[in-house]
Every structure is written in structure tokens, then in C-alpha cells.
């Protein structure tokens, strides 16, 4: 695996879809230093700009730590490999991913984890709650979809997308999370905000609800105002995220 890592499509592809590629792997890479992976499993999504519908996804059996920009394998909305690689990809995640990337314009990016806390919060009957400021600023922005197994049903697609709808996050019961992002960032930045409510959630609900205090309702109504603002905090924050990767995780922009 490592050297077909080494051999980069850069100049085999065009510049967006190499861009693509880049930010891809970049989202791969940061969901593995913050410890959110899941071995080989999970994945994390790229529409190809174009007119073809074609999307990026991680080849089945690598560890997101290792992800690069030409190791991801492209495919269109009926699960065919549209280039030359020996790798394949995960069937679950095809359902997933092409059911959003077929349905929603917005949708050029998709991040679907299996966290610890995610499930744990997804497991609720209650869902999000308003717990902190991470729960208040995107209560309104998370959708819920009901579990049926490995998602290796193309019939789920309908579902699932009908239970989306036009929200950015969602919590797969019983499953994990989701967020949507018509950019790297705002799909980053997105998950961030869902997986650190979530974190909190699992954290405060382990003394028990009865003690725990939930936001005023005055200060939940602003915050769903204030929640409407978080592409602009994705902007400022996805450089970073970026530099931080050069750092800790190098090699992912090959």
C-alpha cells in the first residue's frame, strides 16, 4: 500500500479534481488525530466538480492515518470505479454517500463517523439536548435517521435522504453522526461542533439527567440564530487545521 501511496495522480487529473483529492485526504487525516476513526471502517466523501456526479472515498482496508490525495478512488452514483486502481471500497459506504452526493447540490463534501460519544448521543431517545453551548448553536441544524443495519440496502437511500432533508448534521441512530458541507470546512467544522456535543452530552448525562441543568430557553433561542454563522468560523479555522496537519500528519497532499 505504501507505494501506491507514493504515486501521485496530480498530474493525471485535473486541478479541481486534485484539489478535491487534497481537502479529502486532509479531512481523513484530521479525523484520525482527534482520535475519531474507526480501524478501516467509516468514511468520509468528495463530489468531483464536474457534471458527471463522480465522488471520491477512501479504498476499503486503509487506516485514515495513511490516507493521500491519490489513494482515494473514484466512483459515480452506481458504484462504479471510474479509474484505474486496484483498490475497492466499502458497500455500506457507497449506499451512504452516493445517496447524498445524487440528492443534494450542497453536497460536495460528507463525513460519516462511528464515535464513541456519537453513538452514544444517537442511542438516546432524547437526541441532542441543549446541554452546552456546542448542543444550543446546533440543535435545529441536526436531522435523525432511524437504524436499520449495515447500510447495505440501496433501498435505505430514499430514506435517508428524505430524513436529511436540506440540515447539515444528522445522528444515525443506534449508528453515529453525519455532517454535509458544501466545502472541506464547513463540513470539518460542522462535525466538530457535533462531535464535542456529544462528547459533553455523554459527559454531563453520566451523573445522572436529573442533575443535569439545561440552557435557558431565551439563551437557546439566540444561539439558533448565532448557529446560522458557523461558516464563517469554518473559514477561519480550516487554515489552521490545515498548518496542524503539516505538523502532526505530512504526506496527505500526494
Known sequence: ??????????????????SARVELAALYRLVALHGWD??????????????????LINPYGWYFEEMTASCLVKVDLEGNVVQDTTSFINPAGFTIHSAIHGAREDAHYVIHLHTVAGV??????????????NACLLQHQVAYHGYEGLALNHEERERLVEDLGD???????????????????????????????????????????EHVLFAPEAAQAE????????????????PGALRMLDRKSPGYAV
Request: aromatic content about 8%; hydrophobic content about 50%; overall charge positive.
Open 1 to 18: 500500500m505504501a507505494d501506491r501511496a507514493s504515486v501521485s495522480l496530480k498530474t493525471t487529473v485535473s486541478e479541481a479534481e486534485w
Open 38 to 55: 474507526d480501524m478501516i471502517f467509516t468514511h468520509i466523501s468528495a463530489r468531483v466538480p464536474g457534471p458527471e456526479h463522480h465522488f
Open 120 to 133: 452514544g448521543v444517537a442511542a438516546q431517545k432524547e437526541g441532542l439536548l441543549p446541554i452546552g453551548q
Open 167 to 209: 440540515k447539515p448534521l444528522m445522528l444515525l441512530r443506534n449508528h453515529g453522526t453525519l455532517a454535509v458541507g458544501q466545502t472541506a470546512a464547513a463540513a470539518w467544522i460542522g462535525m466538530f461542533f457535533l462531535e464535542r456535543a456529544c462528547a459533553q452530552q455523554v459527559a454531563a448525562l453520566s451523573g445522572g439527567r
Open 223 to 238: 444561539t439558533k440564530e448565532q448557529g446560522r454563522g458557523i461558516g464563517f468560523v469554518a473559514a477561519l479555522a480550516w
